[in-house]
């Protein structure tokens, strides 16, 4: 399949708290891939000013999905929300 959108998370993080954000990206990454409709890609880029995730998917719909999802609510955002110097910026594009 074709990526056609992706949900973008920046998120701050000090760089103390760096590894276990990477921790956390690590032990997701597959499960993400493997259980949420719709999901392509996933990948963490890392900058030092903040740290971003980009999901990939084939519809909008299916990123916006995600972020309602039991994998991003009880697992992903819970383990990143203690990591976080600021709220992060969340969004979703489609692809032209």
Do not use: C
Request: proline residues 4%.
């Amino acid at each position: 399949m074709t990526v056609k959108a992706y949900l973008q998370i920046t998120m701050t993080i000090d760089n103390d708290n760096r590894p276990a954000a990477a921790k956390i990206y690590s032990d997701y990454r597959q499960p993400f891939l493997d259980t949420i409709d719709g999901a392509l890609t996933k990948d963490l880029l890392i900058r030092d000013e903040d740290v971003q995730v980009l999901h990939g998917f084939d519809s909008v719909e299916h990123a916006t999905a995600y972020l309602n999802s039991q994998l991003f609510q009880d697992d992903v955002f819970v383990g990143l929300k203690p990591l976080w110097s600021a709220d992060p910026d969340v969004k979703i594009y489609s692809v032209a």
